[in-house]
């Protein structure tokens, strides 16, 4: 039976297809043209992930669930609700996002969905005011509680991953998360480029300065995501950290 690997995230770990679907001119004047614009340059069936090349070099079942907009508290309700799944050997690549994104249980249909609270969707929060909604932004990006939140969140994923004997990694977009880990001294090697990784501003500069391109870059239309070249390009930098440093693979 093949192994998995499995990819936990927001937009920066969401299938680039899947995300393709949500680019309409509502949500964009410009950024609409991406997918055709993709298309025409690369062919519909090159437009992959990291996680997909990386599932066809090692031979695994591909189960991403990065999602645009997901907050920490999705990404961590997702490794929850699919753990019991998670088998040895398996790998698994959790991406942790911005610290400003919270959930309510807002959605009538669906008293189970956590609805991401971001600072671009808070008109639909109709029974929160703007100012408390920018004040509760403010704390989670200035208080240093939400960070050690997201820490203790790891301590349990590396206990299950132990316990399971299932590879772990992890990055994350936001700045002041790998920030904090470097200046605390909690960097180990389920970090990606935790050998590297301190001598950049972030994982997102780590990435450009290595030559993961944007879909700006890639189409002239402004969008800060990682191009088709770009996950190529994140890939091979992904799979020769892991193959360097894990000879399991």
């Not at 927001?10 to 299938?15: K, V």
């Not at 389920?190 to 879909?215: C, P, R």
Request: net charge negative; with cysteine; hydrophobic share 30%.
């Amino acid at each position: 039976m093949k192994n998995n690997l499995w990819s936990f995230g927001c937009s920066f770990t969401e299938s680039m297809k899947e995300r393709m679907k949500w680019y309409l001119p509502q949500f964009g004047p410009e950024t609409y043209k991406i997918p055709n614009v993709l298309e025409k340059m690369y062919g519909k069936e090159n437009i992959k992930n990291y996680q997909d090349y990386l599932s066809e070099d090692w031979n695994l079942n591909n189960l991403n669930f990065g999602k645009g907009g997901n907050s920490n508290y999705h990404v961590f309700n997702d490794i929850c609700n699919n753990c019991q799944s998670i088998n040895e050997n398996d790998i698994v690549i959790l991406e942790w996002t911005m610290l400003q994104r919270h959930g309510f249980p807002i959605d009538v249909h669906d008293p189970n969905n956590l609805v991401s609270c971001r600072a671009d969707n808070y008109k639909q929060f109709e029974d929160l005011s703007e100012k408390s909604l920018s004040t509760i932004t403010f704390y989670r990006e200035n208080k240093v509680y939400y960070i050690n939140e997201i820490l203790g969140y790891i301590n349990i994923i590396r206990e299950l991953s132990k316990l399971k004997k299932f590879k772990l990694f992890m990055w994350t977009i936001e700045d002041k998360i790998i920030n904090h880990v470097i200046e605390n001294n909690l960097l180990s090697d389920d970090w990606l480029f935790h050998d590297e990784i301190t001598s950049y501003k972030s994982y997102i500069d780590f990435f450009k300065k290595n030559g993961v391109s944007t879909l700006t870059e890639e189409t002239g239309y402004v969008d800060k995501h990682f191009g088709v070249q770009g996950h190529k390009r994140q890939y091979e930098l992904i799979k020769k950290y892991i193959d360097e440093n894990f000879s399991y693979r």
